[in-house]
């Protein structure tokens, strides 16, 4: 992510299950380690990161995990409230309009609403100063899965579109001028080498139309070594190791496994690398449930796209 000093939002998604979550707080781990002053954001109530690094999540207050990383999640209910707040401060009249019987349920159906103010808290985060500068030198955000990503990236101009005036056309188009600037914001897509996380990833690609230009980097994630040095070798060794009995063809069966899974990726390589912006690699690791070491050593491999 070259020449991009003024970027102060990175939108991290992909495909549901291909390690999203993982990604952003790799990137973001890495980016605290330059020095920056970090913002990881979950979005939709989602709050896994804190316990990664063995601490209590704080909600929607930041919480810090790290030295210059922060992390908070971020709820559609406590974000709209804050933003109700700044416009009427007072709690008890938001209670009384906005949860009763009546306005709550026409609330959680205003289209993309939801998805616009969980933006507008990252609008917020950019705009926070803490002894006369910017609270966060960078905010990456732990966005929902491709479809309902796009959503979200396409909520601010929905919403004007929806408005055409007033107080939340004018907050919509601050969130929109943010997240839809190149130089202030960018996307970070993950995949994995399998067929459908690739096909959703080009979709999107797609979709972006004009805002293609956000896309700063791309993360292959699940990445299996080579398992032999010399892969021309391995019909003949194959065919002796089937004769040696069932031990040795159990083996064959995982070294044939792995060599799909290499040919998966190099063709994976070849459609990520058609998108035109630097492509990292995060390799497989068979242990599901990923600490604080396995993350600092994928934030060595995600910092060639800081």
Not at 138 to 156: E, K, W
Not at 216 to 244: C, I, K, S
């Amino acid at each position: 992510m070259t020449g991009s000093s003024e970027r102060r939002v990175v939108l991290v998604t992909g495909k549901g299950g291909v390690g999203k979550t993982t990604v952003a707080t790799a990137f973001a781990l890495a980016e605290a380690r330059a020095g920056k002053r970090v913002l990881l954001c979950e979005t939709s109530g989602a709050a896994r990161v804190p316990d990664t690094f063995g601490k209590p999540s704080r909600g929607y207050e930041p919480a810090q995990l790290a030295t210059n990383f922060w992390a908070l999640s971020i709820t559609p209910a406590e974000a709209i409230q804050e933003y109700v707040l700044l416009q009427v401060h007072f709690l008890r009249l938001y209670k009384l309009v906005f949860q009763n019987r009546v306005m709550g349920p026409f609330v959680d159906a205003v289209p993309g609403l939801h998805d616009l103010v969980q933006l507008g808290k990252v609008w917020f985060a950019e705009r926070e100063t803490e002894n006369g500068r910017p609270r966060w030198d960078l905010i990456v955000v732990d966005a929902p899965a491709t479809g309902h990503g796009l959503t979200m990236l396409s909520a601010p101009r929905a919403m004007m579109e929806l408005t055409r005036a007033g107080p939340f056309y004018e907050n919509a188009k601050r969130i929109a001028e943010l997240v839809e600037d190149p130089r202030r914001s960018s996307l970070l897509l993950v995949s994995t080498a399998e067929e459908m996380p690739l096909r959703e990833t080009e979709q999107l690609v797609e979709r972006l139309g004009r805002l293609r230009e956000l896309i700063a980097g791309v993360v292959l994630n699940e990445v299996h070594p080579a398992p032999l040095p010399d892969p021309t070798a391995w019909p003949a060794d194959r065919e002796r190791l089937r004769q040696a009995g069932t031990d040795a063809l159990a083996a064959t069966s995982i070294v044939d496994a792995e060599l799909r899974a290499v040919a998966r990726q190099a063709l994976a390589r070849e459609r990520l690398g058609a998108i035109g912006v630097p492509v990292a690699e995060l390799p497989f690791l068979y242990r599901r449930n990923l600490g604080r070491a396995e993350l600092e050593g994928f934030a060595e491999r995600v910092g060639v796209l800081t």
